[in-house]
T-cell receptor
C-alpha cells in the first residue's frame, strides 16, 4: 500500500522558469494539502484541495502560484516565474476525510531556485 | 489570526534526560495533533488529542491536552538517540486545515 508519492524529490530551476510539483495521495484519500517549509522553520499551510475542487487557498500567494487536483491523476502545485525566495521544501499530505483525521505526508520536493 | 506557538525552539539534552515541548494556541482548538520530523525527513503523525484534559501515553512519550483546549505538551522520559528530530504540534481550529506550530528541534548529546 503505497504512501503519499511526491516527485521530483529535488528540482532546480533558474529564476523566471516554471516549477511543477506532483503529489499522488494515498490510495483511497481524496483530501490533499500542500505545505511549504523553509530551513529551520515550521510548516506553512498553502492550499487544501479535494478532487476537482480547491477548498481553501488562503495560504497560497495570489500571484504565480496555482494548484489543482484533477479527477484523474496527481495533484499539481505550479509556480510560475520562480524567484529565489521560492526555494523551500514543499510537502504534500493526504487524508481520507477532513483534518480531524491524521495527515500522511510525502517525502517532499526540495525546490532550489538559482 | 489563528496561531499556534511552540516553545522552546531548540532543546539539547544529555541522553537519558527528559524533554518537554509546549504548544499554545490563541483560541480554542477542536483537536491537536503531534508530528515528528527526523532530519532530512518528512513529518510523521504521532498522536491526536481531542478531549479537554486528555492524557495519552506511547511508551516513553506522554501527551497532554489542556482543560481549556488551548495548550498541549509532549514529554519524553529518558531520551534516546532515536528521539532526535523536530516535534511539531498542529492545531485544528475547525476550519478544515491544520495549523502547525513552529516546532521544537531536539538534539541528544550521547
Amino acid at each position: 500500500n503505497a504512501g503519499v508519492m511526491q516527485n521530483p524529490r529535488h528540482l532546480v530551476r533558474r529564476r523566471g522558469q516554471e516549477a511543477r510539483l506532483r503529489c499522488s495521495p494515498m490510495k483511497g484519500h481524496s483530501h490533499v494539502y500542500w505545505y511549504r517549509q523553509l530551513p529551520e522553520e515550521g510548516l506553512k499551510f498553502m492550499v487544501y484541495l479535494q478532487k476537482e475542487n480547491i477548498i481553501d487557498e488562503s495560504g497560497m500567494p495570489k500571484e504565480r502560484f496555482s494548484a489543482e487536483f484533477p479527477k484523474e491523476g496527481p495533484s499539481i502545485l505550479r509556480i510560475q516565474q520562480v524567484v529565489r525566495g521560492d526555494s523551500a521544501a514543499y510537502f504534500c499530505a493526504s487524508s481520507a476525510v477532513a483534518t480531524n483525521e491524521k495527515l500522511f505526508f510525502g517525502s517532499g520536493t526540495q525546490l532550489s531556485v538559482l | 489570526g489563528q496561531q499556534v506557538m511552540q516553545i522552546p525552539q531548540y532543546q539539547h539534552v544529555q541522553e537519558g534526560e527528559d524533554f518537554t515541548t509546549y504548544c499554545n494556541s490563541s483560541t480554542t482548538l477542536s483537536n491537536i495533533q503531534w508530528y515528528k520530523q527526523r532530519p532530512g525527513g518528512h513529518p510523521v503523525f504521532l498522536i491526536q488529542l481531542v478531549k479537554s484534559g486528555e492524557v495519552k501515553k506511547q511508551k516513553r512519550l506522554t501527551f497532554q491536552f489542556g482543560e481549556a483546549k488551548k495548550n498541549s505538551s509532549l514529554h519524553i522520559t529518558a531520551t534516546q538517540t532515536t528521539d532526535v528530530g523536530t516535534y511539531f504540534c498542529a492545531g485544528d481550529f475547525g476550519n478544515e486545515k491544520l495549523t502547525f506550530g513552529t516546532g521544537t528541534r531536539l538534539t541528544i548529546i550521547p
